[in-house]
Antibody, heavy 118, light 107 residues
Framework: QVTLKESGPGILQPSQTLSLTCSFSGFSLSTSGMGVGWIRQPSGKGLEWLAHIWWDDVKLYNPGLKSRLTISKDTSSRQVFLKIASVDTADTATYYCARMQSTWFAYWGQGTLVTVSA | DIQLTQSPASLSASVGDTVTITCRAS??????LAWYQQKQGKSPQLLVYSAKALAEGVPSRFGGSGSGTQFSLKINSLQPGDFGTYYCQHHYGSPPTFGGGTKLEIK
């Protein structure tokens, strides 16, 4: 059974760095073809893809946010991490991680709400 | 980036009705399109990938079709659990983008 669970700080201040963790089970990121992505959703709005990382450590980023994003993985601990630098109120959203199948998002976590506020 | 435009933005329907949601891509994405359902307060769930392939466990009442730039999701015999917001997403290269969503409400 594939499960994913996101964790984050809940609230942080503008200009800080947001650190998110995706802990997963039911698959291994050392398996060829596996990938994990991050998607966010401001309250009441649509979905925005942020980044994803493949089993071979290939990383892809949203071009509009690329300078602020860093995705990484720890295969042995079954975790994927996302850092977003210099956050502001526009980064307030629910952040989801998802296991990719080819290039769609087959399994999603429950999401973690992040609020950026002074 | 490839833009996806969904229509309608919202619609009301009754249990038992059949509805169709459309998704138009700004350029040819062949059959590289997925559909997701999101219920209020929950994470999105995959329904369809590669335009017409049903994800595991998805009822056959759901059907995806289309190719190129025009796609649709048809839901037959609406059930109470079908109400929510539906999103399309292209999976033709990077960056993957989502449509703006279609909110399906109970009439």
């Amino acid at each position: 059974q594939v499960t994913l669970k996101e964790s984050g700080p809940g609230i942080l201040q503008p200009s800080q760095t947001l650190s998110l963790t995706c802990s997963f089970s039911g698959f291994s990121l050392s398996t060829s073809g596996m990938g994990v992505g991050w998607i966010r959703q401001p309250s009441g709005k649509g979905l925005e893809w942020l980044a994803h990382i493949w089993w071979d450590d290939v990383k892809l980023y949203n071009p509009g946010l690329k300078s602020r994003l860093t995705i990484s993985k720890d295969t042995s601990s079954r975790q994927v991490f996302l850092k977003i630098a210099s956050v502001d109120t526009a980064d307030t959203a629910t952040y989801y991680c998802a296991r990719m199948q080819s290039t769609w998002f087959a399994y999603w976590g429950q999401g973690t709400l992040v609020t950026v506020s002074a | 980036d490839i833009q996806l435009t969904q229509s309608p933005a919202s619609l009301s329907a009754s249990v038992g009705d059949t509805v169709t949601i459309t998704c138009r891509a700004s350029e040819n994405i062949y059959s590289y399109l997925a559909w997701y359902q999101q219920k209020q307060g929950k994470s999105p769930q995959l329904l369809v990938y590669s335009a017409k392939a049903l994800a595991e466990g998805v009822p056959s009442r759901f059907g995806g079709s289309g190719s190129g730039t025009q796609f649709s999701l048809k839901i037959n015999s609406l059930q109470p659990g079908d109400f929510g917001t539906y999103y399309c997403q292209h999976h033709y290269g990077s960056p993957p983008t989502f449509g703006g969503g279609t909110k399906l409400e109970i009439k």
